[in-house]
C-alpha cells in the first residue's frame, strides 16, 4: 500500500528550506513512534490528538511494528502509520532471537528511508521496541527527540536513549535513578480525551452492551490483548458469579474469545468479546472493574473512578504492575489479588465486593484523588514550546 505521495509529500525545494526558513511555509512535522500494546497507543494517540488542537498546521507521522495492533488502531484514530520489520526479544524461546540483529539493521535502514522523506522537526517515542531504531536514528541526525515513559521503572531501550533525548515525560516523580533529572518532565499518562472527557451515561453505557438496569455490572479487562489467568478465573466461576445477581463486560483478547463466547451462549447478562473499542462505555456502564496495573489501566482508572480489583501482571519488567497495584492499595484506592492466587479468590471477592456498598464507595473516593486528565496537553505544550 502507498502511503505516501513521494514526488510531493517529502519534496521540499532548497529555496523553501532556507537557512532563514528552515521549513519553509510548510507547518511542524512530527513523527510518534512505539506500540505494541493499548498501553503504549492509546497515549500516542492522546498525545498525537493533544498536538492537533494545539496546533491545527501540524503533520503528524506514525511509526510502528508491522504485524502489531498499532498498525490497526492508528488509522481508525485518523492517522497515517509506517510498519517496520522489526521484534522484541522473545525470552521463552531464545532461538528465536537468532533473527534479531537482522531485522534491528533492517528497520534502521527503513527508519532512515522514513526520516529523509518526512523530514520530521521532532520524534517522540511512547514505549514498545518500535520506538527504538526511529529515536536512535533521529538523535544521530541531531533531531530533538522526547520520551513519554509510563511506567514507574524505565525500559533498557529508554535508558540508553534518555541520554540524549530532549525531555522525558514520566507518569511520576523519583524516575531519577533512570533518567538525567534536568531532562524529567512529570506530567501524568496520557487518557483518551473519549475517557477523560466522557459524559456518557451509565443507562447509555448498559444500553451499549445490552445489560439491564438495576444489576451490578463487572468489567474484565485483561488489558488490550487478553489476560489467560483472568480469563480461566472468571470462566470457571461464571455460574456463580451470575447466581449471585451480577452481570458482565468481559474483554477478553484474541486468544481466549472463542471459549469465552461459547462460554456465555445464552447467558444473556454476559457481554463478551475479544476487544473493545468504546472504553468510554464500559467504564461507564461498570460499577465494578477487574483489571491488570499496568500503567495506563491504572492511569485511566483514576480518571473514571471506579472501584478496581487489580490482578498485576506477574512476569512485567521489575514486577512495576505490583509496584502499580500496591501504590493504591496503600492508599486505600483500590483492592488486589495476586495472579497465583486468582483461581482460589478472585470470584470470592468480586461477589464481596459487589455486596459492600461503602467499601465501593470509598474506593472511588479515594481513587478519584489520583486523577490526571490533561497529561497529553502538557507533553504537547513542551513539545511544541521545544521546537516551535
Not at 532548497?14 to 513512534?33: D, F, H, Y
Not at 502489531?68 to 522473545?90: H, S
Not at 492508599?331 to 483461581?343: Q, S, T, W
Request: hydrophobic share 45%.
Amino acid at each position: 500500500m502507498k502511503l505516501f505521495d513521494m514526488s510531493e509529500r517529502f519534496v521540499d525545494s532548497k529555496e523553501s528550506r532556507s537557512p532563514t526558513n528552515p521549513r519553509g511555509q510548510r507547518g511542524l512535522r512530527v513523527i510518534i513512534a512505539g506500540g505494541g500494546t493499548g498501553g503504549h497507543i492509546f497515549p500516542a494517540i492522546a498525545i498525537a490528538n493533544a498536538l492537533k488542537r494545539m496546533d491545527e498546521s501540524i503533520d503528524l507521522l506514525f511509526v510502528g511494528a508491522k504485524g502489531r495492533m498499532e498498525m490497526e488502531k492508528v488509522p481508525q484514530a485518523g492517522y497515517t502509520i509506517e510498519g517496520l520489520d522489526i521484534a522484541g526479544f522473545n525470552r521463552s524461546s531464545l532461538i528465536k532471537n537468532i533473527g534479531l540483529p537482522f531485522k534491528l539493521a533492517k528497520s534502521l535502514l527503513q527508519v532512515r528511508s522514513i526520516i529523509r522523506r518526512f523530514k520530521p522537526d521532532a520524534v517522540i517515542g511512547v514505549g514498545g521496541y518500535s520506538s527504538f531504531p526511529v529515536l536512535r536514528v533521529a538523535q544521530g541526525k541531531r533531531i530533538p527527540t522526547f520520551i513519554h515513559e509510563s511506567n514507574s521503572f524505565a525500559g533498557k531501550s529508554n535508558l540508553w536513549l534518555g541520554k540524549k533525548a530532549m525531555m522525558i515525560f514520566t507518569a511520576t516523580d523519583g524516575m531519577e535513578k533512570f533518567f538525567p533529572a534536568d531532562k524529567i518532565k512529570v506530567t501524568g499518562n496520557p487518557v483518551r480525551k473519549e475517557i477523560s472527557g466522557s459524559a456518557i451515561t451509565k443507562r447509555e453505557g448498559l444500553n451499549f452492551f445490552s445489560l439491564e438496569e438495576g444489576k451490578k455490572t463487572v468489567f474484565i479487562v485483561g488489558g488490550s490483548l487478553g489476560a489467560k489467568s483472568i480469563n480461566e478465573a472468571i470462566d470457571n466461576g461464571l455460574d456463580a458469579l451470575l447466581n449471585a445477581g451480577l452481570q458482565f463486560i468481559w474483554q477478553t483478547g484474541k486468544p481466549y474469545a472463542e471459549k469465552a463466547r461459547a462460554r456465555a451462549l445464552g447467558k444473556s447478562f454476559v457481554w463478551t468479546n475479544d476487544f473493545i473499542t468504546k472504553m468510554e462505555y464500559a467504564y461507564a456502564a461498570a460499577d465494578i472493574v477487574v483489571s491488570r496495573s499496568g500503567a495506563m489501566a491504572v492511569a485511566e482508572l483514576c480518571v473514571v473512578k471506579k472501584p478496581v480489583l487489580f490482578v498485576p501482571y506477574p512476569f512485567a519488567a521489575e514486577d512495576h504492575q505490583m509496584v502499580n497495584a500496591m501504590e493504591l492499595v496503600k492508599k486505600n484506592a483500590a483492592l488486589m489479588v495476586k495472579d497465583n492466587e486468582i483461581r482460589e479468590k478472585l470470584v470470592f471477592m468480586i461477589i464481596e465486593l459487589a455486596k459492600d456498598e461503602s467499601k465501593q464507595n470509598e474506593l472511588k473516593k479515594n481513587i478519584a484523588t489520583l486523577a490526571i486528565t490533561d497529561a497529553d496537553m502538557k507533553i504537547a505544550e513542551e513539545v511544541l514550546k521545544s521546537i516551535s
